[in-house]
């Protein structure tokens, strides 16, 4: 570990500034202020301590998903020296430390990475609970982390805008086609831009001032989805954005940001959470069109039964 102290005062000033604010955010921004801060405390960690920061310093990524007893078991000391170690670096629990190195990679793993973690964490739990828990969660953290008060304004805007294009690709396309479909029930003005990647520009050539887009992202961002984000703020379009986080670049162009949290230890990404806050934006938009929703589904009902749409056992009993 000889060359991990490689600092000046200034480096170390920072730190001891950010540790005194007493933050646990303060200390989230990124991998080289965590990695900093680490490595600033590693003469003064005890024996256990010193192999816990040794790991993580090599295996981040590993560790980020790894819980206090896991990475204990790892480096040979106890899940209670683990905790220590969060507390010595002003974490106010192994959690919040979790959280920090989760942050710092999570739009950095490739797929095979994901896969050789999951394999990893899978293995003290079923994957069924482990998942489940997963998504309760991020569901639970969505409710705490979104702006009420951005949701209703998102809502206002959809609602007054001349026309609506909804962004998304990847696994995003999912989410993307699922709003689409429902608000396209609601309101005739929607478009959907989730395929043919070379054309998205040119599905976004008319969007002005008097449209809104709404961009769907999560990690690892879809370069094409940013670039529709800026094209539209350049082009006057109000932007909103269904993300995990203010730090996501799509937040960077939007003017109302919802965030979503969609954490998953595995190369399939959480859409729970995102789906809730799509399933609220729905909900929300047809409560405000009341009259004209139910006057479009009581018609749709006709439509559907005429055309067998949908399997009728009352129907097919009485036949």
Request: cysteine-free; overall charge positive.
């Amino acid at each position: 570990m000889q060359n991990i102290l490689q600092f000046n005062e200034k480096d170390v000033r920072i730190i001891l500034d950010n540790k005194a604010k007493k933050r646990d955010g303060s200390m989230q921004e990124n991998k080289q202020d965590l990695m900093k801060l680490i490595q600033l405390k590693f003469p003064r960690l005890s024996k256990g301590q010193k192999l816990i920061a040794e790991y993580i310093l090599k295996h981040y990524d590993k560790a980020a998903f790894m819980t206090a007893a896991k990475l204990g078991t790892t480096v040979g000391v106890s899940e209670s020296t683990v905790v220590r170690f969060a507390n010595e670096l002003g974490y106010s629990g192994y959690p919040k430390l979790q959280k920090a190195l989760q942050e710092m990679i999570k739009n950095k793993l490739t797929s095979v990475q994901r896969i050789e973690i999951s394999n990893d964490y899978f293995v003290e739990e079923n994957p069924l609970k482990s998942v489940l828990k997963a998504d309760m969660e991020n569901l639970r953290a969505t409710l705490e982390k979104i702006n009420i008060d951005t949701f209703d304004s998102a809502v206002d805007e959809i609602l007054k805008a001349k026309r609506i294009y909804i962004v998304g690709f990847r696994s995003s396309q999912a989410l993307v086609e699922f709003l689409g479909f429902y608000l396209n029930l609601i309101l005739d003005n929607v478009r959907i831009v989730s395929t043919g990647i070379s054309d998205v520009f040119e599905k976004l050539l008319r969007v002005g001032p008097n449209d809104v887009v709404i961009g769907i992202g999560f990690p690892r961002y879809s370069t094409r989805t940013i670039d529709a984000m800026k094209f539209s703020k350049s082009r006057g379009a109000k932007v909103i954005t269904i993300t995990d986080s203010l730090l996501s670049p799509l937040a960077t162009y939007a003017d109302y940001t919802l965030i979503a949290q969609s954490n998953m230890v595995s190369f399939v990404d959480s859409l729970a959470a995102p789906l809730s806050v799509i399933n609220a934006l729905v909900v929300a938009v047809g409560l405000n069109e009341k009259d004209k929703t139910q006057e479009t589904f009581r018609t749709l009902e006709e439509i559907w039964e005429e055309h067998n749409v949908y399997s009728y056992k009352n129907k097919i009993n009485n036949e």
